[in-house]
T-cell receptor, first 111, second 113 residues
Framework: AQKVTQAQTEISVVEKEDVTLDCVYE???????LFWYKQPPSGELVFLIR??????QNEISGRYSWNFQKSTSSFNFTITASQVVDSAVYFC????????FGGGTRLMVKP | EAQVTQNPRYLITVTGKKLTVTCSQN?????MSWYRQDPGLGLRQIYY???????DKGDVPEGYKVSRKEKRNFPLILESPSPNQTSLYFC????????????FGPGTRLTVL
């Protein structure tokens, strides 16, 4: 199986710190999509971003930014100036034929 | 509004009592799937369906059945639930030009005693 690995199971930061969530994926597909989802304590999955394998341009959306490095098969997610409301579990996922999720990283932002 | 609905949202049941979790989407998507979420394991795919009457196993299909008699509905059936099926279940509907739009239902938290 082509895995998605989120090595950090839990991260704790203090509000206003920057934090980076790592994601490394395996793929044999030439075309694939990468996703990040946020799962707040309420349990629903909130879509954050989708990138396709042909577009390695990094993306910034407010305090969120994503660094896609095809050479290292990584798609890392950085939150700048973290806030308590960022506390959640974050999932990275890759879609080739199937959507495969990483194990998730629990982020705790303390006031 | 694009939506995936699941029912029930919460269910506590006992071992062996058959149950069905419904999933419905209003986007006319062909591809639907079921996932279970367990701590440290992320979301794992149980079954998926490419279209009406076309279903296939995902990574963890044991103990589950699905059906796809119509495009909008994709129920998940547990014929004889066991405690190891206690989990959080998500239905997903996938569409878009290159199947890159994923919509998830709100989740069903199932406890099997």
């Amino acid at each position: 199986a082509q895995k998605v690995t989120q090595a950090q199971t839990e991260i704790s930061v203090v509000e206003k710190e920057d934090v980076t969530l790592d994601c490394v994926y395996e793929t044999r597909d030439t075309t694939y999509y990468l996703f990040w989802y946020k799962q707040p304590p309420s349990g629903e999955l909130v879509f954050l971003i989708r990138r396709n394998s042909f577009d390695e341009q990094n993306e910034i959306s407010g305090r969120y930014s994503w660094n896609f490095q095809k050479s290292t098969s990584s798609f890392n997610f950085t939150i700048t100036a973290s806030q308590v409301v960022d506390s959640a579990v974050y999932f990275c996922a890759r879609r080739g034929n199937m959507l495969t999720f990483g194990g998730g990283t629990r982020l705790m932002v303390k006031p | 509004e694009a939506q995936v609905t699941q029912n029930p949202r919460y269910l506590i049941t006992v071992t062996g009592k058959k149950l069905t979790v419904t999933c419905s989407q209003n986007m006319n998507h062909e591809y639907m799937s079921w996932y279970r979420q367990d701590p440290g394991l992320g979301l794992r795919q149980i079954y998926y369906s490419m279209n009406v009457e076309v279903t296939d196993k995902g990574d963890v299909p044991e103990g589950y059945k699905v059906s796809r008699k119509e495009k909008r509905n994709f129920p998940l059936i547990l014929e004889s639930p066991s405690p190891n099926q206690t989990s959080l279940y998500f239905c997903a509907s996938t569409g878009g030009e290159l199947y890159n739009e994923q919509f998830f239902g709100p989740g069903t938290r199932l406890t099997v005693l």
